[in-house]
């Protein structure tokens, strides 16, 4: 995107990790809050950065 310098996902389930699902596995397991952090690039214009936190619902169970 234009003017962004950086973006970051950050995911957390009792602590921060930088990878969903940890330890690159597959899991239908969701993370309890997202991070989301935009830091706009260098340069003229607004600068600084948006970090946004979303709690998620928690995934209801699959039946067989």
Do not use: I, N, Y
């Not at 239908?28 to 997202?34: H, I, L, T």
């Amino acid at each position: 995107l234009p003017g962004v310098g950086a973006l970051r996902w950050r995911f957390f389930d009792g602590g921060w990790v930088d990878r969903w699902p940890p330890g690159g596995g597959a899991s239908k397991a969701w993370p309890r809050g997202v991070e989301l952090e935009l830091t706009l690039a260098d340069g003229p214009g607004a600068q600084g950065s948006l970090r946004r936190v979303v709690q998620l619902p928690v995934r209801p169970e699959e039946g067989p």
